[in-house]
Each structure stands twice: as structure tokens, then as C-alpha cells.
């Protein structure tokens, strides 16, 4: 199972980093790997996204508009571990983050990391 991490309360215009990781395991190389959020009443959406660690050509990432230019995803292989990066937050991206596959598996969502912007 994955593991989201690095939520918190921020205010408007700070900066959160995520972290997912998949201990003991390449899981988080040899997969896309994508973070998604949930807000409270809405549909959960996927808002970054990183190619396979074993894919060397072509594009690498792809963004929502919500994230262009604000979100950054990155990859350690060394540590099985994805980032999200997350800059200039506005209270619209308070939600529960998860990570996934792209496309989500069903079964290992997690519980995902609480993100709150708020003044």
C-alpha cells in the first residue's frame, strides 16, 4: 500500500511538499504514478502526474490547470518515493491528496494526507 505524506494547515500563497512511498518495494519506479485530491462534495481528480521511472524518453509530467505553474511532481528511485511539490497554495486546494497509479487502482488508496489552506 502507498503512503501520502507532508499535509498540513498552510496559509494562502505557502508552500506544502507531499511525499508517497511504497516501503520495500519499486512500486513507485515501475509505475505512473499520479497524486490526486479529494475536496469535501466534489469528485476526487487527478492533479499531477509522472511517467515510470524506467520510461527515459518523452514526456515525463502532466498537470491539471488548477496545477500548471504551481505543482511540481517528482520522483527519487533511490528512495521509492514520490513528491509533490506545491507552491502559491490557495484555499480552492484544500483537500485529502492521495497517490496512485494512473490510472488509480482500487485497491490501494490509503488514506491519503489532509491539506488545508487557509488564513
Known amino acids: 500500500q502507498l503512503q501520502a505524506s507532508g499535509g498540513g494547515l498552510v496559509q494562502p500563497g505557502g508552500s506544502l511538499r507531499l511525499s508517497c512511498a511504497a516501503s520495500?518495494?519499486?512500486?513507485?519506479?515501475?509505475?505512473?504514478m499520479g497524486w490526486y485530491r479529494q475536496a469535501p462534495g466534489k469528485q476526487r481528480e487527478l492533479v499531477a502526474q509522472i511517467r515510470s521511472g524506467i520510461i527515459t524518453s518523452g514526456p515525463r509530467t502532466n498537470y491539471a490547470d488548477s496545477a500548471k505553474g504551481r505543482f511540481t511532481v517528482s520522483r527519487d528511485n533511490a528512495k521509492n518515493t514520490v513528491y509533490l511539490q506545491m507552491n502559491d497554495l490557495r484555499p480552492e486546494d484544500t483537500a485529502v491528496y492521495y497517490c496512485?497509479?494512473?490510472?488509480?487502482?482500487?485497491?490501494?488508496w490509503g488514506q491519503g494526507t489532509q491539506v488545508t489552506v487557509s488564513s
Open positions: 520495500g518495494s519499486t512500486f513507485t519506479i515501475i509505475n505512473d
Open positions: 496512485n497509479t494512473v490510472p488509480g487502482r482500487p485497491d490501494i
